[in-house]
């Protein structure tokens, strides 16, 4: 069985919505995809990265979007 990504179910307040990318990531795309390692090849492994990561965020806020809310009136007290 799967993660749901579900604040309160397997996902906790204190968990990242966005997973951080490290420099070895960039260089291994670099080394794996690019024909020409160059800075372009690292600017645009980079923000493949970025963008699978923005996508991955995002999936994860609309999964929990009502949960967030919810969390946030009852913080506010309403």
Known sequence: MGMEWRLG?????????????TF?????MAECNEP????GAMTRCFGRLMEQR???????M??????MT????RL???
């Open 9 to 21: 179910v397997d996902m906790h307040e204190g968990d990242d919505i966005m997973d951080g990318i």
């Open 24 to 28: 070895e990531q960039v260089l291994t």
């Open 36 to 39: 020409e390692i160059d800075e």
């Open 54 to 60: 923005a996508e991955d965020a995002c999936f994860v």
């Open 62 to 67: 609309e999964r929990n979007l009502a949960a």
């Open 70 to 73: 919810a969390m946030a009136r």
């Open 76 to 78: 506010r007290g309403g």
